[in-house]
């Protein structure tokens, strides 16, 4: 219906999972021929909503939709360990040269000890090639595009469900994108049997996008020993696991979340990493990421690095300098790295305190269900198991804003908020 398009914002925000169909019919009829063929775009389910909450003009208004970490205050922090290398770097006025294609090497090499551990074999084994992204996006951006090129016949698989940009990226590099079994809303847990039994139907070279820790949306995780099986899996039917980790110290620590990466490289396997600073360093407008490739052997590192930057070069070029430095003054510093650790605990365990507030209060007001999932989930999200009705509700009734999905960012809650979320949740629940 095109005035409901153009009218009304909240109509505007498609489900989570929505198929969008063409060609949608045009807004508006200005008599224009040229753009006639354009496609209408909808609009992105969690861009869009973000917009609809900055309109919003009731003071109550609560935004859980967008995977930003706000701070107790409501406000989106400025790292201290962050802020003082932003100042040491401020003190001596410096040129902007371009960074070559693959970014800054002291950044490159700090993704790299963060990712696998600064004493990984791979890593003196030269066999773990990095390069500088325009945050987590443009690693993924970068990484389909050279599978694509380099193995044309494969197909990409996402969780289901899954952050729709995965899809988003993939599709848009020329991929074929289906999706594995993941989620259980039965169990609020992970469907591994249907999993690991679609992932044995696979073919040689088929792409898995895998979130590592904290996944997005569910906040549902495997367990290191299920990781274990599926890496086996993946290693006997000669996969390519593409591990997206954006919430890196957001579960565990900086290492156990990513336990699955480096097993991986433990295990051999031809690993893609994208990577992003955007939450851990709270830097989401300097896009600050990297794509690293686990290769064989420092030989086919050398090749597959060789077209990364050609894959850069490409696209944009280069990347931007200042968060690169930034990070890598923060993350080659002692002082600044034990800093930031800490800051990045402050911000999870905040986190945890949230979920088990909303707990508390929602089992003290529905005794008899059962609510122990949003303790149990990881990172910022929570798969609320809210119908798309009850999402509507707490948006029109409360300004509380969630994804249709039900996925809701914990990290928007505060000690300001919680109670009135709370009251909100039990009243749509009941
Ligand atoms: N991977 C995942 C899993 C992810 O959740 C995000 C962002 C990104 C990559 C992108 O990272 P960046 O460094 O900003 O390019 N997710 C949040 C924001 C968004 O949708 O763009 C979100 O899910 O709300």
Same mark, same amino acid.
């Given at each position: ?9 909240? @109509? ?34 969690? $861009? ?50 371009? $960074? ?13 000890? @963060? ?53 988003? =990226?993939? *599709? ?34 088929? !792409? ?22 599926? @890496?086996?899996? =993946?290693?006997?039917?000669? $996969? ?59 030989? *086919?590192?050398?090749? !597959? ?26 993350? &080659? ?66 300004? !509380? ?12 809650? &505060? ?13 749509? @629940?009941?």
């Amino acid at each position: 219906n095109i005035m409901q398009l153009s009218d009304d914002p909240v @109509l505007q925000i498609l489900p989570f999972n929505a198929k969008i169909r063409f060609p949608i019919p045009h807004p508006s009829d200005k008599g224009s021929i040229m753009y006639r063929h354009v496609e209408y775009y909808p609009g992105d389910p969690i $861009l869009s909503l973000v917009e609809t909450f900055k309109n919003d003009p009731r003071p109550e208004k609560v935004n859980l939709s967008i995977g930003i970490y706000f701070d107790d205050e409501g406000k989106m922090p400025v790292l201290e360990s962050v802020s003082r290398a932003e100042t040491a770097r401020a003190a001596t006025p410096a040129l902007s040269p371009y $960074l070559p294609m693959e970014g800054l090497d002291t950044y490159r090499s700090a993704v790299q000890h @963060l990712l696998f551990g600064k004493d990984n074999r791979a890593l003196a084994q030269g066999r773990i090639v990095t390069v500088q992204t325009l945050g987590g996006s443009g690693a993924l951006k970068v990484g389909a595009d050279f599978l694509h090129r380099w193995f044309p016949e494969a197909r990409a698989y996402v969780s289901d469900p899954t952050w729709d940009n995965h899809r988003g =990226i993939f *599709e848009g590099a020329g991929f074929e994108v289906g999706t594995y079994p993941y989620y259980d809303p039965a169990t609020v847990g992970v469907k591994f049997d249907e999993m690991t039994a679609f992932f044995n139907t696979l073919p040689e070279h088929s !792409v898995l996008i895998l979130h590592p820790c904290c996944h997005n949306p569910t906040g549902v995780d495997m367990s290191e020993q299920q990781w274990d099986e599926v @890496l086996q899996i =993946i290693k006997t039917r000669k $996969l390519i696991p593409f591990m997206d980790i954006a919430y890196q110290g957001f579960g565990g620590d900086l290492d156990s979340d990513a336990y699955a990466i480096r097993k991986a490289v433990e295990m051999e396997l031809p690993l893609f990493v994208s990577n992003s600073f955007s939450k851990n360093l709270s830097l989401y407008g300097e896009r600050v990421g990297g794509l690293s490739v686990v290769c064989p052997n420092k030989e *086919e590192a050398e090749l !597959v690095f060789g077209q990364l930057k050609f894959t850069v070069r490409r696209i944009y070029s280069s990347p931007p300098a200042h968060g690169a430095y930034i990070a890598a003054d923060v993350m &080659n510093s002692t002082e600044l790295y034990a800093l930031w650790q800490n800051e990045v605990y402050v911000m999870r365990d905040r986190i945890r305190a949230m979920r088990q507030k909303l707990y508390d209060v929602l089992t003290a007001q529905i005794p008899n269900r059962d609510f122990t999932y949003f303790i149990k989930q990881r990172g910022m999200f929570s798969y609320t198991g809210l119908s798309v009705e009850q999402v509507r509700r707490l948006r029109d009734e409360f300004a !509380v804003y969630l994804l249709d999905s039900g996925r809701m960012c914990v990290a928007g809650l &505060n000690a300001s908020n919680i109670a009135y979320v709370a009251d909100a949740f039990a009243e749509v @629940l009941k």
